[in-house]
């Protein structure tokens, strides 16, 4: 989430400008930004100062690829964190923006003395979940993956307190076409049932520390609560759901991101910031309330359920609780007979669960 209104007005008059122009001086950037985002222009003089802090880096790396001005971002870095040097970089260029809560939101192609190729450059709060969790796929994960999946190598890092993390520069990656998902999707879910791996740190483990999780419970809440005047009744199913899901669901590696962004056409796979051990069915819900749109909680689950969980009736439920959950995040003009019909579709499964058993 951009933090100030205007930036896009900036960006795509940066853009237009820069187009015609070739490039503008900073005078004519400052003066863009006092007209569309003076809290931009208020932060970068902050940053200038050296009076600033992470959560003011993070913030200005929405605006970095504006001013393009490598200087002040390396310098704004190194304030925090002195021991990262960026003395041998001889070639930089910004490439591309994030989301993330604890990385940096501007990334960089970045070309450093004694090598001969680029590599690609992202910047995370040392102590985050975001860190821990990238570094944990491409210890433990990556190795068993091998060259099944094609992903960018993780070559080397900076820093102590912020870790600047250089990746294998890949040339010419487009986001996969919706229509192509499915089919991009299918091999990774091959290559991770197949995955004999563990954790027991929570970071990895936990997918009830996710914002986008619990925020998505919240609003089931109130949905459920309101279709059937029952404050509790959401909570009264989950308490139903979650030893299925502890018991009876297996776990896998999840990839925790699936957007057309992180699936390229060609199959790559990218951002492994959000990634763990969740029970099999995330990352199905995810790319499904994501990048897929369904009429019906039917087609939903012919297309995608049928598919990909075949008959295992825990999977199947713990699909429909994730998606239930991650459609319920996204902007209220989405279909809400959707959410009713997975609502419905999950206390069904519930139910045919406990009268089994």
């Known amino acids: 989430m951009r933090p100030e209104t205007g930036l896009n007005v900036v960006r795509r008059e940066i853009s237009g400008a820069r187009a015609k122009l070739g490039s503008l001086t900073p005078q004519q ?3 863009l930004m006092r ?5 931009a222009l208020h932060l970068t003089r902050k940053l200038r100062k050296g009076e600033h802090d992470w959560w003011d880096l993070m913030r200005f ?16 870095i190194r304030k925090l964190d002195p021991s990262i ?3 041998e970089r001889i070639e930089a260029e910004f490439t591309g923006e994030g989301s993330g809560r604890h990385s940096l939101n501007s990334y ?3 070309l450093f003395a004694g090598q001969n190729a680029p590599v690609f450059e992202k910047i995370y709060a040392a102590r985050s979940d975001d860190y821990k969790k990238v570094t944990w796929y491409f210890d433990k994960v990556h190795p068993l993956v091998g060259d099944r999946l094609r992903v960018p190598r993780l070559l080397f890092g900076k820093g102590k307190k912020i870790r600047a993390l250089y990746f294998e520069w890949f040339e010419g990656l487009t986001p996969a076409a919706a229509p192509d998902l499915l089919d991009l999707y299918a091999p990774f ?3 991770v049932n ?4 563990s954790s027991d740190d929570p970071v990895i483990t936990d997918y009830t520390r996710r914002p986008v999780f619990r925020q998505g419970c919240a609003r089931v809440e109130e949905l459920v609560a309101r279709w059937t005047g029952d404050k509790g009744a959401f909570r009264q199913l989950e308490q139903v759901i979650r030893p299925i899901l502890h018991t009876h669901v297996p776990r896998v590696f999840t990839h925790g991101d699936l957007t057309t962004q992180n699936i390229c056409q060609d199959g790559t796979l990218l951002d492994f910031d959000l990634c763990g051990l969740f029970p ?6 995810y790319l499904a309330a994501w990048a897929l749109r369904f009429e019906s909680a039917d087609e939903l689950e012919a297309t995608l359920a049928d598919r990909f969980l075949g008959d295992h009736a825990p999977s199947r439920l713990a699909f429909t609780y994730f998606a239930l959950i991650l459609y319920a995040r996204l902007p209220a003009t989405l279909n809400e007979k959707l959410l009713q019909e997975l609502w419905q579709s999950l206390s069904r499964q519930c139910n045919r669960g406990l009268s089994a058993a």
């Open 194 to 197: 197949e995955l004999k791996i």
């Open 61 to 76: 790396s929405n605006v970095a690829e504006c001013f393009d001005n490598h200087e002040l971002y390396e310098n704004a």
């Open 280 to 285: 099999r069915g995330y990352d199905l819900a």
């Open 85 to 87: 040097n960026f003395n």
């Open 189 to 191: 879910q091959a290559v």
């Open 29 to 31: 950037i400052e003066h």
């Open 35 to 39: 007209t569309y985002a003076p809290g």
């Open 108 to 110: 960089r192609k970045v």
